[in-house]
């Protein structure tokens, strides 16, 4: 069965300190694992989409990689509006349904 | 270019009654997919619609329905309503030559 599992499930850093959000994932063959913003109260925001272990990509202050078990979000020099909870989800070469993890509660204090 | 809308944002039901969700997927998209999540969870899959049909179904009752329209809207019907059914029902849309799904605002669903 499928499984993603995000750590820490909060973090809190200052306005300026970087840091890495881990997803750990297990699934019978990737077809795509994806990292997603969601605010309070409000549906998840995409930002971006991996397949093969190796690939970066970024965005701004965000940097994703992955890995054949894992996935990394880095945060370069955050900042408060960075405050957010990030899911990460695994898609499967067998089906269509996203698997997401709880996701990682991340406070930026100024 | 507007994204994936959803009706109604807010929503209280009473246990036994029944519940109709809407959403309006992201223009250009003709696959729709509902998701449930609880309060401090990620979002788990409910099913997936593509060209009016039930392509996927998570690990969800019965009382869990939907429908796809011609113009790819889709609703998402739950009967029986029970006070776990709280939850934000969230709406996602996807084309079928792109793996990203985009996600609505959500209905916040209260079963009193």
């Known amino acids: 069965e499928d499984q993603v599992t995000q750590s820490p499930e909060a973090l809190r850093l200052q306005e300026g300190e970087s840091s890495s959000l881990n997803c750990s994932y297990t699934v019978s063959g990737l077809r795509g694992l994806f990292w997603y913003r969601q605010d309070p109260g409000k549906g998840p925001e995409f930002l971006f989409t991996?397949?093969?272990a190796g690939e970066e990509k970024e965005k701004e202050r965000l940097k994703a990689t992955l890995t054949k078990k894992e996935s990394f979000l880095h945060i370069t020099a955050p900042k408060p509006e960075d405050s957010a909870t990030y899911l990460c989800a695994v898609r499967a070469n067998s089906g269509y349904a996203l698997n997401f993890g709880k996701g990682t509660s991340l406070l930026v204090t100024p | 270019d507007a994204g994936v809308t959803q009706s109604p944002t807010h929503l209280i039901k009473t246990r036994g009654q029944q519940v109709t969700l809407r959403c309006s997927p992201k223009?250009?998209?003709?696959?729709v997919s509902w998701y449930q999540q609880a309060l401090g969870q990620g979002p788990q899959f409910i099913f997936q619609y593509y060209e009016e049909e039930e392509r996927q179904r998570g690990n969800f009752p019965d009382r869990f329905s939907g429908h796809q329209f011609p113009n790819y809207s889709s609703e998402l019907n739950v009967n029986a309503l029970l006070l776990g059914d709280s939850a934000l029902y969230l709406c996602a849309s996807s084309s079928t030559n792109q793996e990203t799904q985009y996600f609505g605002p959500g209905t916040r669903l209260l079963v009193l």
């Open positions: 223009s250009g998209h003709d696959t």
């Open positions: 991996l397949y093969s």
